[in-house]
């Protein structure tokens, strides 16, 4: 007779402890900042030394080489001074584009040109010096504007 009824009770008592552990960890606020840290930590092992823009919840924007995170604070140098701003005052981090961007940007205008002068030629059989160097600038400028805004963009890492 115990057998019959020792599976379904083994089975619930495992979901009452585990729903009593869940519901432990979401009221501990302790917990839930280390969580934060952690993946602010994360985040931020890639970025050691490169200049970023921390947006405060008071809309504030302070900007940096970022040194690291300790003790729950990102450690900035800004004018050769270590500035120390806690992770719970910042809503988001916002990276600048760098060289990698510049290149992907000036390739694009660079194929919008040699797309559009292409074309030309290969449509055409007489085609003047003038024509061919208008329609590579036009290439060149829609070339760049696009790859501006697909490529030049600032990264926004949201942490609320």
């Known amino acids: 007779m115990i057998e019959k009824y020792f599976g379904p009770l083994v089975g619930i008592l495992f979901l009452a402890c585990t ?9 501990n606020p302790q917990l839930l900042e280390t969580t934060q840290e952690v993946r602010v ?15 405060t919840k008071d809309k504030l924007i302070i900007t940096g080489h970022l040194e690291g995170v ?30 990698s961007e510049i290149f992907l940007t000036a390739i694009s205008a660079g194929m919008g040109a040699l797309f559009l002068g292409g074309a030309l030629v290969l449509s055409t059989d007489d085609v003047s010096e003038n ?21 030049y963009n600032c990264e926004i890492i949201e942490l609320e």
């Open 70 to 99: 300790s003790a729950g604070a990102f450690n900035l140098t800004r004018n050769g001074r270590l500035e120390v701003i806690p992770i719970d005052s910042v809503s988001r981090i916002m990276i600048r584009p760098g060289a």
């Open 131 to 151: 024509s061919l160097g208008l329609t590579a600038l036009l290439g060149l400028t829609g070339g760049a504007l696009w790859g501006y805004s697909t490529f």
């Open 41 to 55: 930590r994360k985040i931020v092992s890639e970025l050691e030394g490169v200049e970023i823009s921390l947006e």
């Open 19 to 27: 729903s009593m552990a869940i519901h432990g960890q979401q009221r």
